[in-house]
Protein backbone atom coordinates (compact mmCIF):
# COMPACT_ATOMS: atom_id res chain seq x y z
CA UNK A 1 0.00 0.00 0.00
CA UNK A 2 0.98 3.42 -0.94
CA UNK A 3 0.01 6.02 2.26
CA UNK A 4 0.28 9.22 1.12
CA UNK A 5 -0.13 11.93 4.83
CA UNK A 6 -0.75 15.46 3.56
CA UNK A 7 -0.57 18.50 5.63
CA UNK A 8 -4.04 19.20 5.15
CA UNK A 9 -7.65 17.54 4.66
CA UNK A 10 -8.56 20.06 1.88
CA UNK A 11 -5.44 19.14 0.15
CA UNK A 12 -6.06 15.49 0.65
CA UNK A 13 -9.11 15.42 -0.88
CA UNK A 14 -7.86 17.18 -3.90
CA UNK A 15 -5.61 14.73 -4.03
CA UNK A 16 -7.62 11.94 -3.61
CA UNK A 17 -9.96 12.93 -6.32
CA UNK A 18 -6.97 12.34 -9.04
CA UNK A 19 -6.04 9.40 -7.91
CA UNK A 20 -6.97 5.78 -9.83
CA UNK A 21 -8.72 2.80 -8.20
CA UNK A 22 -12.14 2.97 -6.02
CA UNK A 23 -12.60 5.71 -3.66
CA UNK A 24 -14.14 5.17 -0.19
CA UNK A 25 -13.84 7.39 2.37
CA UNK A 26 -12.81 6.18 5.81
CA UNK A 27 -12.01 7.91 9.13
CA UNK A 28 -8.85 10.68 8.85
CA UNK A 29 -8.41 8.76 5.26
CA UNK A 30 -9.83 8.73 1.22
CA UNK A 31 -9.33 5.36 0.38
CA UNK A 32 -8.37 5.26 -3.56
CA UNK A 33 -7.51 1.43 -4.13
CA UNK A 34 -5.26 -0.01 -2.41
CA UNK A 35 -4.27 3.39 -1.48
CA UNK A 36 -4.78 5.52 1.80
CA UNK A 37 -4.37 9.38 1.96
CA UNK A 38 -4.33 10.83 5.22
CA UNK A 39 -4.08 14.28 6.68
CA UNK A 40 -2.19 15.88 9.66
CA UNK A 41 -3.91 19.41 10.36
CA UNK A 42 -0.97 21.64 10.70
CA UNK A 43 1.57 20.46 13.81
CA UNK A 44 0.54 16.76 15.22
CA UNK A 45 3.59 17.44 17.33
CA UNK A 46 5.78 20.18 19.44
CA UNK A 47 8.48 20.50 20.71
CA UNK A 48 8.92 19.77 24.45
CA UNK A 49 8.93 23.00 26.45
CA UNK A 50 11.62 23.03 29.47
CA UNK A 51 10.09 21.85 32.18
CA UNK A 52 9.31 19.02 30.09
CA UNK A 53 13.21 18.03 30.15
CA UNK A 54 13.21 19.29 33.84
CA UNK A 55 11.15 19.97 36.45
CA UNK A 56 13.90 22.62 37.93
CA UNK A 57 12.88 24.72 34.84
CA UNK A 58 9.24 25.13 35.29
CA UNK A 59 10.04 28.60 36.84
CA UNK A 60 12.10 31.14 35.42
CA UNK A 61 15.77 31.85 37.17
CA UNK A 62 18.88 33.27 36.24
CA UNK A 63 20.27 29.87 37.56
CA UNK A 64 18.73 28.03 34.73
CA UNK A 65 19.69 30.08 31.86
CA UNK A 66 20.05 29.29 28.73
CA UNK A 67 18.82 25.94 28.59
CA UNK A 68 19.21 24.05 25.33
CA UNK A 69 18.74 20.83 25.28
CA UNK A 70 21.02 18.31 24.29
CA UNK A 71 18.92 16.33 21.90
CA UNK A 72 15.68 18.05 20.92
CA UNK A 73 12.66 15.82 22.02
CA UNK A 74 8.57 16.09 20.26
CA UNK A 75 5.39 15.33 22.25
CA UNK A 76 2.01 14.71 20.80
CA UNK A 77 -0.43 17.50 20.40
CA UNK A 78 -3.27 16.28 22.27
CA UNK A 79 -5.91 17.78 20.10
CA UNK A 80 -4.34 16.06 17.24
CA UNK A 81 -4.01 12.67 18.90
CA UNK A 82 -6.48 11.00 16.54
CA UNK A 83 -5.21 11.96 13.61
CA UNK A 84 -1.72 10.48 14.82
CA UNK A 85 -2.99 7.81 15.54
CA UNK A 86 -4.47 7.25 12.23
CA UNK A 87 -1.68 8.22 10.56
CA UNK A 88 0.93 5.52 13.11
CA UNK A 89 -1.94 2.96 11.79
CA UNK A 90 -1.35 3.43 8.28
CA UNK A 91 2.17 3.44 8.42
CA UNK A 92 1.86 -0.23 9.63
CA UNK A 93 0.41 -1.29 6.26
CA UNK A 94 2.29 0.87 4.02
CA UNK A 95 4.79 -0.01 1.68
CA UNK A 96 5.82 3.39 0.73
CA UNK A 97 4.90 6.83 1.73
CA UNK A 98 4.31 10.15 0.19
CA UNK A 99 5.27 13.03 1.79
CA UNK A 100 2.80 15.42 0.63
CA UNK A 101 3.58 18.57 2.96
CA UNK A 102 2.97 21.89 1.13
CA UNK A 103 5.50 22.67 -0.92
CA UNK A 104 8.15 24.85 1.25
CA UNK A 105 10.57 23.87 3.98
CA UNK A 106 7.59 24.07 6.70
CA UNK A 107 5.38 21.31 5.03
CA UNK A 108 8.61 19.26 4.51
CA UNK A 109 9.03 19.31 8.35
CA UNK A 110 5.69 18.64 9.33
CA UNK A 111 5.25 15.39 7.49
CA UNK A 112 9.01 13.62 8.04
CA UNK A 113 8.94 14.62 11.79
CA UNK A 114 5.74 12.58 12.04
CA UNK A 115 7.80 10.31 9.96
CA UNK A 116 10.46 10.51 12.27
CA UNK A 117 8.47 10.14 15.42
CA UNK A 118 6.74 6.87 14.26
CA UNK A 119 9.57 5.64 13.36
CA UNK A 120 8.77 4.95 9.78
CA UNK A 121 12.18 3.86 7.99
CA UNK A 122 10.30 2.55 4.83
CA UNK A 123 10.38 4.11 1.15
CA UNK A 124 9.47 7.92 1.36
CA UNK A 125 8.62 10.15 -1.63
CA UNK A 126 8.45 13.58 -2.13
CA UNK A 127 5.27 14.89 -3.83
CA UNK A 128 5.16 18.74 -4.03
CA UNK A 129 2.04 20.03 -4.84
CA UNK A 130 1.47 23.91 -5.97
CA UNK A 131 -2.62 24.47 -7.21
CA UNK A 132 -4.48 21.94 -6.30
CA UNK A 133 -6.76 21.91 -9.86
CA UNK A 134 -6.44 18.61 -11.00
CA UNK A 135 -4.12 19.21 -13.88
CA UNK A 136 -1.32 20.81 -11.89
CA UNK A 137 -1.80 17.78 -9.39
CA UNK A 138 -1.68 15.15 -12.54
CA UNK A 139 1.75 17.12 -13.43
CA UNK A 140 2.95 17.18 -9.70
CA UNK A 141 2.71 13.23 -9.89
CA UNK A 142 4.59 12.57 -12.86
CA UNK A 143 7.47 14.80 -11.16
CA UNK A 144 7.20 13.04 -7.90
CA UNK A 145 10.92 12.52 -6.18
CA UNK A 146 12.86 10.60 -3.59
CA UNK A 147 12.45 12.38 -0.08
CA UNK A 148 15.82 12.15 0.69
CA UNK A 149 16.32 14.94 -2.33
CA UNK A 150 14.69 17.11 0.20
CA UNK A 151 16.25 16.45 3.34
CA UNK A 152 18.74 20.39 3.43
CA UNK A 153 14.85 21.67 3.50
CA UNK A 154 13.74 19.23 6.51
CA UNK A 155 17.03 20.26 7.86
CA UNK A 156 16.74 23.87 7.69
CA UNK A 157 13.22 23.04 8.67
CA UNK A 158 14.27 21.66 11.73
CA UNK A 159 16.76 24.23 12.64
CA UNK A 160 14.39 27.42 12.54
CA UNK A 161 12.25 25.04 14.68
CA UNK A 162 15.03 24.95 17.22
CA UNK A 163 15.75 28.81 16.56
CA UNK A 164 11.86 29.70 17.24
CA UNK A 165 12.19 27.80 20.69
CA UNK A 166 15.14 29.10 21.52
CA UNK A 167 14.41 32.79 20.84
CA UNK A 168 10.89 32.61 21.64
CA UNK A 169 11.42 30.98 24.91
CA UNK A 170 10.20 32.87 27.85
CA UNK A 171 13.00 31.47 29.84
CA UNK A 172 15.64 33.68 27.95
CA UNK A 173 14.53 36.96 28.75
CA UNK A 174 13.88 39.53 31.57
CA UNK A 175 10.27 39.50 30.72
CA UNK A 176 8.15 38.76 27.93
CA UNK A 177 8.46 42.71 26.22
CA UNK A 178 12.51 42.49 26.42
CA UNK A 179 13.60 40.94 23.14
CA UNK A 180 17.27 39.96 23.53
CA UNK A 181 19.40 36.74 23.06
CA UNK A 182 21.37 35.64 25.98
CA UNK A 183 24.25 33.94 25.16
Not at 65 to 89: D, M
Not at 96 to 105: E, K, L, S, Y
Amino acid sequence: MKLYICEKASLARALADVLPGEKTKGDDCIRRGGDVVAWASGHLLELFEPEDYDERYKRWSRDTLLYVPEQWKLKEIPRTKGLLSGIRKFLKEADTVVNVGDADREGTLLINEILDYCGWRGKTERLRINDMNPGAIRRALDAIKDNEHYRGEYMAGRARLYADWLVGNPRLYKNRDEVRILA
